[in-house]
């Protein structure tokens, strides 16, 4: 098997833009962890990359060999905002937000952050505010920041799909400061099952 998990950080924030439409904020990076896994499930190999925007036509090959690409609270913003961007011959791949599994699970969103501090007892390394900062900084530092917070949060979202695989739950610590476990199941589907969503 061959996934992909991956994250992008955007240009503008909604405030700059007048609305709700990640499509219209611009993407400034985009990170992605590929790897390939054996007949257990285990990773074999993986290595992460992260692409500016000159880049994404290399990029879109990546994503196009992947049997599940995997994201977090991607089918939301990620992809949406991805989409000016996208190829004609995009197919329609197999797509996997873990944000989505909590919310079915759970009845409400949990963020990354919450999910990692409680689960993994990682936190993020910066804030999507910051990252949008950096690119509109333009300088060698700034862009570095940006690039290794956006790697940071791939990497966060990897290993929190990597839990449930192994484990099967997730932790978040709520408002009372009460710990919550989600049961998930982010196992493959059988063949007879239902297919994956679809990226659009």
């Not at 944000?99 to 969103?109: D, H, S």
């Given at each position: 098997m061959f996934e992909v998990i991956f994250d992008c950080e955007t240009k503008k924030f909604f405030d700059d833009v007048g609305e709700y439409d990640?499509?219209?904020?611009g993407v400034s990076v985009v990170s992605v962890y590929s790897r390939r896994l054996d007949d257990s499930f285990k990773e074999?190999?993986?290595?992460i990359e992260s692409y500016w925007e000159a880049g994404f036509s290399k990029m879109w090959e990546v994503f196009e060999k992947a049997d599940r690409i995997i994201g977090f609270n991607s089918t939301g913003f990620?992809?949406?905002?991805?989409?000016?961007?996208?190829p004609s011959h995009w197919p329609r791949l197999k797509h996997f937000d873990i944000?989505?599994?909590?919310?079915?699970?759970?009845?409400?969103?949990v963020s990354l952050e919450a999910l990692s501090k409680a689960t993994l007892g990682i936190a993020k390394i910066d804030s999507s505010e910051n990252a949008i900062k950096y690119w509109s900084a333009g300088d060698s530092e700034s862009l570095r920041k940006l690039k290794d917070?956006?790697?940071?949060?791939v990497l966060l979202t990897r290993d929190l799909y990597d839990h449930v695989l192994k484990n099967g739950f997730l932790k978040y610590i709520d408002f009372w400061?009460?710990?919550?476990?989600?049961?998930l199941d982010f196992s493959y589907p059988k063949e007879e099952d239902s297919p994956q969503t679809s990226l659009f």
């Open positions: 990640p499509a219209k904020l074999v190999e993986g290595k990620d992809v949406p905002a991805l989409s000016p961007y996208l944000m989505t599994q909590v919310r079915n699970a759970e009845g409400k969103r917070y956006c790697e940071n949060d400061n009460e710990i919550h476990e989600i049961k």
